[in-house]
């Protein structure tokens, strides 16, 4: 049975648009939705009563273990046979591909990778494969120190000369909660400072790993440069109020774009600029 149809949400896309300074971006009905930005624009609410402690819906949609309670978006990839049109209807169907229980130096790790299919009028549209971890509570002393994000607004690309390299980025909470808001993301670690440093031990608000992939195909989209797949992946937490530095390496078939801090990868993506096979 085919599922329901989704909306490409057009005032979720002129709230991301505005999120993100994307001025040059066609946000009418009918323009193509750049690749990665169906995260938000697709985005439902979960029902209440079936989100967890941590924020996350415990519906057994993914096979979760008791004893692994920290999930984090590892990365992913995406292939665009043609791009979302703003305002159109469209169907997603997601099974899980994989299940795989390992050892990581934290202890023992679940990865759960999942597989999108978004279909359009014309047929498949876009392939999308997301990697999930599942990682033990922290132990010992939690973050000691704790600090409280800064108010410091991204500060993205205008164009891609390559000699103003790198760019910055700084996600504060206002903007964090725009974001979770944008992708109904209810994970307590992108708003709630108490529970990100207290019960997760982080030393502040995490910046979404999905906002970081985004920001950096921004990069990418605002060169020109065609998108036909995107892999991504998330290397380390960015704290919120924490500056991260972006970088593009532009090559006749692919970009290579990533977001560090100080020397710490955070993130990266690579772009095929041609067509490609799906995830």
């Given at each position: 049975?085919?599922?329901?149809?989704?909306?490409?949400?057009?005032?979720?896309?002129?709230?991301?648009a505005?999120?993100?300074?994307?001025?040059?971006?066609?946000?009418?009905?009918?323009?193509?939705?750049?690749?990665?930005?169906?995260?938000?624009?697709?985005?439902?609410?979960?029902?209440?009563?079936?989100?967890?402690?941590?924020?996350?819906?415990?519906?057994?949609?993914?096979?979760?273990?008791?004893?692994?309670?920290?999930?984090?978006?590892?990365?992913?990839?995406?292939?665009?046979?043609?791009?979302?049109?703003?305002?159109?209807?469209?169907?997603?169907?997601?099974?899980?591909?994989?299940?795989?229980?390992?050892?990581?130096?934290?202890?023992?790790?679940?990865f759960?990778?999942?597989?999108?299919?978004?279909?359009?009028?014309?047929?498949?549209?876009?392939?999308?494969?997301?990697?999930?971890?599942?990682r033990?509570?922290?132990?010992?002393?939690?973050?000691?120190?704790?600090?409280?994000?800064?108010s410091?607004?991204?500060?993205?690309?205008?164009?891609?000369?390559?000699?103003?390299?790198?760019?910055?980025?700084?996600?504060?909470?206002?903007?964090?909660?725009?974001?979770?808001?944008?992708?109904?993301?209810?994970?307590?670690?992108?708003?709630?400072?108490?529970?990100?440093?207290?019960?997760?031990?982080?030393?502040?608000?995490?910046?979404?790993?999905?906002?970081?992939?985004?920001?950096?195909a921004?990069?990418?989209?605002?060169?020109?440069?065609?998108?036909?797949?995107?892999?991504?992946?998330?290397?380390?937490?960015?704290i919120?109020?924490?500056?991260?530095?972006?970088?593009?390496?532009?090559?006749?078939?692919?970009?290579?774009?990533?977001?560090?801090?100080?020397?710490?990868?955070?993130?990266?993506?690579?772009?095929?600029?041609?067509?490609?096979?799906?995830?």
């Open positions: 049975m085919r599922p329901p149809g989704l909306l490409v949400d057009p005032e979720t896309v002129h709230a991301l505005d999120l993100l300074g994307a001025d040059d971006l066609d946000v009418a009905a009918g323009a193509p939705l750049p690749p990665l930005w169906h995260w938000a624009a697709l985005a439902r609410w979960r029902p209440w009563a079936s989100l967890g402690r941590d924020g996350h819906a415990e519906d057994g949609s993914l096979p979760t273990r008791p004893d692994l309670p920290r999930r984090m978006f590892a990365g992913g990839s995406l292939v665009v046979h043609r791009p979302l049109r703003i305002g159109s209807t469209v169907h997603v169907s997601r099974s899980v591909q994989d299940v795989k229980d390992t050892e990581g130096r934290s202890g023992p790790l679940r759960v990778t999942v597989r999108d299919v978004v279909e359009d009028q014309d047929g498949i549209a876009l392939e999308e494969r997301q990697d999930i971890v599942y033990p509570a922290p132990t010992g002393p939690t973050a000691a120190t704790p600090r409280e994000p800064t410091v607004l991204p500060a993205g690309p205008s164009g891609l000369d390559a000699s103003a390299q790198p760019w910055t980025f700084t996600g504060d909470a206002p903007l964090l909660m725009r974001f979770s808001a944008l992708t109904r993301n209810t994970h307590r670690i992108h708003y709630d400072h108490p529970y990100a440093t207290g019960v997760e031990g982080y030393e502040g608000l995490v910046v979404h790993g999905p906002l970081l992939a985004i920001v950096l921004e990069t990418v989209r605002r060169s020109g440069a065609a998108m036909h797949r995107v892999d991504h992946r998330g290397r380390s937490a960015l919120a109020g924490h500056r991260g530095e972006l970088r593009t390496e532009a090559g006749p078939d692919s970009t290579r774009a990533t977001l560090s801090e100080h020397d710490r990868l955070c993130a990266e993506i690579t772009v095929h600029h041609h067509i490609q096979e799906s995830p």
